[in-house]
């Protein structure tokens, strides 16, 4: 039996590749959508109105004629309505000063680090470094240009998500051995 996204997918397209196309294309339009609306959390709220408009797909309750497109946006105003009552967080005092924690890194750390990069492959340490080489809108843009030539912007952060856990268990690793040495 499919499942209740492969129905939507189905329903936007017979075609496969289509229907992602479309799909895309819808999602991004609802994220947009809930941007302008003010939303603080415009992906989730459109993976919500997608996941409804699924569900309602796939138990049989829409006429497969309706648009797909009119009907995710008469969803994504429901959602939007349920989005506005809920209560939203207090805004912050803006006079607060912001007071950044200096990073306590020892020799010891330091040098597990730079051990743990040495073992990464020359390409994902520097796909790591040029990823958090920038700020502002520079980051963006170079984030952009990286997700290009890395197969788009979601196989990029899961390559750095990878690549940071393979660091950060190195580097617990090397600290661990490096104790187990001082003790003895």
């Known amino acids: 039996m499919p499942s209740p996204l492969d129905e939507f997918l189905s329903w936007l397209s017979p075609d496969r590749e289509e229907a992602e196309r479309k799909y895309k294309e819808l999602r991004r339009k609802l ?3 809930f941007t302008r609306r ?3 959390i415009p992906d989730e709220l459109a993976d919500e109105t997608v996941d409804r408009a699924s569900k309602k797909i796939a138990e ?3 006429d497969r004629s309706v648009n797909p497109k009119s009907y995710c946006f008469g ?3 429901n959602v939007d309505k349920e989005y506005q009552r809920r209560p939203q967080p207090d805004a912050l005092d803006l006079d607060l000063p912001f007071v950044q ?3 306590t890194w020892s020799e ?3 040098a597990c680090l730079e051990e743990c990069l040495a073992r990464l492959k020359e390409h994902d340490r520097d796909l790591l470094t040029s990823y958090y080489q920038y700020t502002g809108s520079e980051k963006i843009k170079k984030h952009k240009e990286m997700a290009e030539k890395d197969g788009g912007m979601n196989a990029l952060r899961i390559r750095i998500h990878r690549i940071r ?4 268990d190195c580097v617990d690793a090397c600290l661990r051995r490096e104790a187990g040495n001082l003790v003895q």
């Not at 856990?165 to 950060?168: G, K, Y």
Request: one cysteine or more; a positive charge; aromatic letters at 10%.
């Open 165 to 168: 856990n393979f660091l950060r």
């Open 75 to 77: 969803v994504a105003k």
């Open 108 to 110: 010891r750390d330091l």
């Open 101 to 103: 924690p200096e990073p």
């Open 38 to 40: 003010g939303c603080h």
């Open 31 to 33: 994220i947009q959508y």
């Open 60 to 62: 049989g309750k829409v």
